[in-house]
């Protein structure tokens, strides 16, 4: 085992327990999502020990909760009261695996509209929403589902150049990164669209010229994001035929 | 408040299922599930964020925040990334400990006030599942199976919400042996308690 390894075990034990400064943690976040991309054991650790995070929480005494606090949290969750998910989209389309998490996603766009401060913004939201999951559920486009540094990301593209991304559990960007899109072909990557997960979920439309055999995905610098890949490969996955 | 009878013991997968159908009801909108879900980890989410901030008020404050952005995105919820609770209460220990960087920046480090250990004191009168109460001393069991250095290292991170440099200060311990330290504890707690599934 050589001294890089050991010393990213220690940066995801150290991200597990929430010891990071501020300043540092961004640039470890991305130090740690470029490795676990391409080790399998330490993307099993940072798992296992961010999960065991959330375990030793319980180790302190529990608190008696007030009435009041839970009536608080009762009439603030009734006030932005969110819509049903729309259960029973995907089964009237054709039945493809991104449909189920479009549906989410969509659940959660609309959703915004009742949190969202803006109108415009709202609509935009759900606009969006709508046509990804119309990409995402046409049985004429390519599918391709892009593994790696955790969660799922679903991709879709048109033959009219039209492509939708949805992501779920993905990791947080780190902080003045974001997570960039490239389709490739021949190995040879096409920048397509950038992005940074709220809550592991993201959701993405684009038009783009050109014909791809692949996905692949890295962090770059923010907002932007680069017009070549600089950062190492954290997912990829092939277009279907 | 009107708590649930406390049920037989029930095996943890049970609960973990139970947890994963109450995250599917509350996408589904269903504010029941969210009332149940809330008196389940009510207790622990707020006891976490207590013993990390000291305040009761600014804890409270903490679980609604968590509670409320779990109504908003229970999508946000990824089953391949572990149980419900942990998931829970990491957004707890991670709200926490940001409130108490926030707070210290205020008031000078020195000041802090030690604090009590996590066995507490027969004070236990909060009413929670037996089930989720036995695996609260299983973790407890597992920390104190620690050498005293390893858990030294976890009271002054985990518990107090102290960065490495900061634990490393506080211990008089070089920053590498905090880091290797937190290391070699983590993956000891790991093997004795496993995740949330366990």
Known sequence: MNGEHVEIEELIAAYAVHALDVEERAEVQTEILEHIAGCDSCRTLFRELNELSGELALAAPPARVSEDLETRIMDAARGERPPAAPKNASRRWPAVAAAVAAAAVIALAVWNIQLGSSLRGARNNTRVAIQAFAVLNDPSARHATLTGAGGTISIALRSDGSAALTAAGVPAAPAGRVYELWFMKDGKPTAATVFTPEDGTAIKTLRLAGAYDGAAITLEKGPNGASAPTGTLLYQGALST | ?198
């Open chain 2, 1 to 198: 408040m009107s708590v649930e009878q406390p049920s037989a013991f029930q095996p943890a997968e049970l609960e973990a299922r139970r947890d994963r159908q109450l995250i599917e009801r509350i996408a589904g909108g269903s504010d029941d599930a969210f009332r149940d879900l809330f008196r389940r980890y009510g207790p622990a989410t707020v006891g976490i964020a207590h013993r990390l901030i000291g305040s009761r008020e600014l804890a409270e404050e903490t679980a609604q925040e968590v509670f409320l952005s779990i109504w908003r995105r229970p999508a946000a919820y990824d089953s391949a990334r572990g149980s419900v609770r942990s998931w829970i209460l990491a957004q707890a220990h991670h709200r926490a400990v940001d409130v108490v960087r926030r707070e210290e920046s205020h008031r000078k480090r020195v000041d802090r006030v030690p604090p009590e250990p996590l066995e507490e004191p027969g004070a236990d009168q909060v009413v929670e599942e037996r089930w989720l109460d036995a695996r609260r001393h299983e973790v407890r069991r597992a920390l104190e199976a620690l050498p005293e250095d390893q858990r030294k290292v976890i009271e002054a991170t985990f518990f107090e919400g102290r960065t490495h440099r900061d634990a490393a200060a506080y211990l008089g311990v070089p920053l590498g042996t905090v880091k290797s330290r937190t290391l070699t504890a983590m993956r000891r707690l790991r093997d004795a308690i496993g995740g949330g599934e366990a």
